[in-house]
């Protein structure tokens, strides 16, 4: 009885092919078109052109300001939830984590309509407000993703940490500034990465609300439909690196604050 | 234990990577045809079955825009019954008629492979990466595009054969679309010869009369009225968005009675809706960045909806989208009316091309591309499409055949006992004689400025409309250009206040960032001296 038999390589060889038919492949196609003119030959003005039009630095800035809008109102209402919910004795807590974890579940264009039509309750009309309901509709989609990590770092927090700080005479805030915060910042820091890098770019929550101003992923959008992938290419190229840049940043902070609270443990 | 366990592990694999292999062609299918109605598939399985009993089949890829078609199923009650006894309802969808219609009429079975599309720009990218349909439906630029790029396959001369009873379409088509037709021409072959109407029809303004004059409302200004701050909407799109703004632009111009009784007009209208001198573009910039900041948004599908649920008085429209706005707002309980701008309207049409990728030198093929397009002619069909999508078809109806007239008169005629009754004159369309008394319907006055009139529009408003051409390359994208420009943030917006907000939040970032690494160095030192 010999049959066929699957080593762990083997196994990965239909994830290996879908990784270079979706992910590397059409990586290659995005450095072509970025770097190619209409005729196919090599050029970086698409490059220069982006840094030097007050159009697309523009609609940078605009994308960066929705995103760091969005991020912080995200974290300074997900932080408090999260710590409550965390410290807290209930008995049903994890009913009431979901319940902020249910929206998720619900599409979420059918989830924007809503927000809609609450909005245009509340405000009357909506196109007066362009940035400010975009970022509402921002809050709504992603505050999840800001919540979980936070909650899950602070659950697994050691007690006896604070206890110490406690035993040591430190009253609740400077436990609070001195323990809780400095070690739940890995949640911090991972829910800003899953918060922030989609905000920049989830045009589709602008154009529900009624805003017509252009972020990144419109402005990608609406190269592409008239028919110039150059342009388009290279801005989603370029959004990339930032996004790469950022996760490199926020690697190293991690990396080093849990060095840190290594030493600091110590 | 452990090993039937494995054993159990390795089958499992095998079948999930059995599976993969099987769902894979098949999922490539139904991505390759984008959306496909489900009665479409269905036929199409139907068809795939019988394929083993006929030796010849012939396989047709129609490409439309979405919910462009008739697809039957329609309930008992909503029959057609025109006055001449005639009697129409869709009972199964357009694209299996045909099917069985084809192989009663010729004896050849076609399967028709039925997608759609979203947009003109779509379609166009579609088409330039790879897939390949037979027959698609383009709008009258686009045409015009692919035209110029030789990439159609002209229609045969037995298309236009009159005396075939099956060529529905050169029969019943409208004499006023197929002068339009004849008259166009992309480097010196006219369009009639590449392409057959489909709908067409103008732009214009819905809105609400209880709010907005009808004076108000019958110019392109209206999008840049402060009165209506935030209350209007128009098209996210640059060509619609373009022409209306040229309307704005020129308005003194195109309302002048010199210009409009010029000799010339229709020549001179022409050009200046066409205008893409780099002058002009710049101009048009201004208009629509005042747009920008006058409109409640820029839609391509919600301001039905909008208008609809009261968010906007007023939104710019195709007449199709007019009649189906308006047809929303009637069964909610209130009234809209359509206005078409006294500047100048777009004239706009949809028509079948077949194209050289898909057909190629088929003949076969491009006969049963060609009986699609007659099937659809059908004034009895014609009537369905109509009442299903609300759009305007390209048919008249033929010499014996009054079927459209009849249609038309089912819909918006007066009842006998009405008292505001007004004679609407449609013998431009039906007939090409504007006076004609056969096509003139007396309808109740209200429908002078509602679905009828967006529907088919008066005489001197198709007097002061004009097409828009399709733009040779550097213009097209001068104007894409433009439209980028009014679309994105302009830095010199951003006011005051948020400057020094942002630079209080980043000298503070840094600050703490700051603090952060002195109180780790101190750490070290003590770490170290300890």
């Known amino acids: 009885?010999?049959?066929?038999?699957?080593?762990?390589?083997?196994?990965?060889?239909?994830?290996?092919?879908?990784?270079?038919?979706?992910?590397?492949?059409?990586?290659?196609?995005?450095?072509?078109?970025?770097?190619?003119?209409?005729?196919?030959?090599?050029?970086?003005?698409?490059?220069?052109?982006?840094?030097?039009?007050?159009?697309?630095?523009?609609?940078?800035?605009?994308?960066?300001?929705?995103?760091?809008?969005?991020?912080?109102?995200?974290?300074?209402?997900?932080?408090?939830?999260?710590?409550?919910?965390?410290?807290?004795?209930?008995?049903?807590?994890?009913?009431?984590?979901?319940?902020?974890?249910?929206?998720?579940?619900?599409?979420?264009?059918?989830?924007?309509?809503?927000?809609?039509?609450?909005?245009?309750?509340?405000?009357?009309?909506?196109?007066?407000?362009?940035?400010?309901?975009?970022?509402?509709?921002?809050?709504?989609?992603?505050?999840?993703?800001?919540?979980?990590?936070?909650?899950?770092?602070?659950?697994?927090?050691?007690?006896?940490?604070l206890e110490a700080?406690?035993?040591?005479?430190?009253?609740?805030?400077q436990t609070f500034f001195k323990v809780t915060l400095p070690l739940s910042v890995p949640g911090i820091v991972s829910g800003i990465v899953m918060v922030f890098l989609p905000s920049m770019t989830n045009y589709v929550v602008l154009d529900m609300l009624y805003n017509s101003t252009y972020i990144?992923?419109?402005?990608?959008?609406?190269?592409?439909?008239?028919?110039?992938?150059h342009n388009g290419s290279m801005i989603a190229l370029i959004l990339l690196l930032i996004i790469l840049v950022f996760t490199l940043l926020t690697n190293r902070f991690e990396d080093e604050t849990s060095n840190g609270r290594g030493g600091a443990l110590l | 234990m452990k090993k039937s366990v494995n054993r159990i592990v390795r089958i499992f694999v095998a079948a999930v990577l059995c599976m993969v292999c099987l769902i894979l062609p098949v999922g490539n299918r139904v991505m390759a045809g984008g959306y496909k109605s489900s009665s479409a598939a269905d036929v199409s399985k139907k068809a795939s079955d019988e394929t083993m009993s006929s030796d010849e089949e012939i396989t047709l890829r129609v490409c439309?825009?979405?919910?462009?078609?008739?697809?039957?199923?329609?309930?008992?009650?909503?029959?057609?019954?025109?006055?001449?006894?005639?009697?129409?309802?869709?009972?199964?969808?357009?694209?299996?008629?045909?099917?069985?219609?084809y192989y009663d009429t010729y004896g050849v079975r076609v399967k028709v492979e039925y997608s759609c599309f979203g947009t003109n720009e779509d379609l166009y990218n579609m088409l330039t990466l790879g897939d390949v349909y037979d027959l698609v439906c383009p709008s009258e630029y686009l045409i015009m595009k692919l035209m110029a790029e030789d990439r159609l396959v002209p229609y045969s001369e037995k298309f236009f054969d009159e005396h075939n009873d099956?060529?529905?379409?050169?029969?019943?088509?409208?004499?006023?679309?197929?002068?339009?037709?004849?008259?166009?021409?992309?480097?010196?072959?006219?369009?009639?010869?590449?392409?057959?109407?489909?709908?067409?029809?103008?732009?214009?303004?819905?809105?609400?009369?209880?709010e907005i004059t009808r004076a108000e409302a019958s110019t392109w200004a209206i999008l840049n009225n402060t009165k209506y701050s935030r209350r209007v909407t128009i098209k996210d799109n640059v060509r619609d968005s373009y022409f209306a703004a040229l309307g704005i632009q020129k308005k003194d111009l195109l309302t002048n009675p010199d210009f409009v009784n010029s000799d010339d007009y229709h020549e001179r209208l022409a050009e200046e809706m066409n205008d893409v001198s780099p002058e002009m573009i710049?101009?048009?910039?201004?208009?629509?960045?005042?747009?920008?900041?006058n409109v409640y948004s820029f839609e391509t599908d919600s301001g039905k909806a909008d208008m609809v649920s009261g968010k906007v008085l007023a939104n710019y429209q195709w007449s199709g989208d007019a009649v189906y706005t308006m047809d929303q707002a009637e069964e909610d309980g209130f009234m809209l009316e359509f206005a078409v701008p006294d500047e100048c309207t777009n004239l706009y049409f949809d028509g079948w091309v077949m194209l050289k990728a898909g057909i190629g030198k088929d003949k076969a093929k491009q006969q049963a591309a060609e009986a699609f397009v007659n099937f659809l002619s059908r004034p009895d069909n014609a009537v369905r499409n109509m009442y299903y999508i609300g759009y305007t078809s390209v048919i008249a109806g033929a010499a014996d055949d009054d079927t459209v007239f009849e249609y038309l008169d089912w819909c918006y005629g007066a009842e006998e006992e009405e008292e505001d009754v007004t004679d609407y004159q449609l013998g431009y369309f039906f007939s090409g004689e504007p006076a004609d008394e056969a096509y003139m319907i007396t309808v109740p006055s209200e429908q002078t400025e509602r679905q009828l009139y967006a529907q088919y529009p008066t005489e001197d408003v198709i007097n002061r409309s004009a097409i828009m051409q399709y733009f040779d390359d550097d213009a097209n994208k001068a104007i894409n250009q433009m439209w980028i420009n009014v679309r994105c943030y302009n830095l010199e917006d951003v006011p005051m206040s948020v400057w020094i907000f942002c630079m209080i939040a980043g000298v503070s970032v840094l600050l703490i960032l700051m603090s952060c690494v002195m109180e780790k160095r101190a750490y070290k030192k003590y770490g170290k001296s300890s």
């Open chain 1, 1 to 161: 009885m010999k049959g066929i038999h699957f080593t762990r390589k083997q196994l990965c060889i239909p994830y290996a092919l879908f990784l270079i038919c979706f992910v590397i492949a059409p990586l290659f196609v995005i450095i072509y078109y970025a770097f190619t003119n209409g005729e196919g030959r090599f050029t970086v003005a698409n490059l220069t052109g982006f840094f030097s039009s007050p159009n697309t630095i523009g609609t940078l800035a605009y994308s960066f300001g929705i995103a760091i809008v969005t991020t912080g109102v995200c974290l300074f209402a997900a932080y408090p939830i999260a710590y409550i919910l965390a410290r807290s004795n209930m008995k049903k807590k994890h009913a009431v984590v979901m319940m902020f974890v249910l929206p998720m579940w619900i599409n979420f264009t059918l989830r924007i309509t809503a927000l809609k039509e609450i909005l245009t309750l509340l405000e009357g009309n909506l196109a007066y407000h362009p940035f400010l309901n975009s970022v509402i509709g921002m809050t709504y989609d992603f505050l999840p993703f800001m919540i979980l990590p936070i909650y899950t770092t602070l659950m697994n927090l050691d007690n006896s940490l």
């Open chain 1, 165 to 173: 700080a406690n035993d040591l005479g430190a009253g609740s805030i």
């Open chain 1, 216 to 229: 990144m992923g419109s402005l990608i959008g609406s190269y592409f439909s008239a028919y110039d992938w």
């Open chain 2, 64 to 101: 439309n825009w979405e919910e462009y078609i008739d697809l039957g199923d329609w309930d008992e009650d909503e029959r057609i019954d025109l006055e001449d006894g005639t009697e129409i309802i869709g009972r199964n969808s357009m694209v299996e008629d045909f099917e069985e219609w």
């Open chain 2, 166 to 210: 099956l060529n529905y379409y050169i029969k019943g088509v409208s004499p006023f679309i197929k002068e339009r037709f004849e008259s166009n021409e992309i480097n010196g072959e006219a369009w009639s010869q590449y392409a057959a109407g489909y709908m067409w029809g103008v732009t214009g303004i819905v809105y609400n009369p209880a």
């Open chain 2, 282 to 293: 710049a101009l048009v910039q201004d208009v629509l960045q005042d747009s920008r900041d």
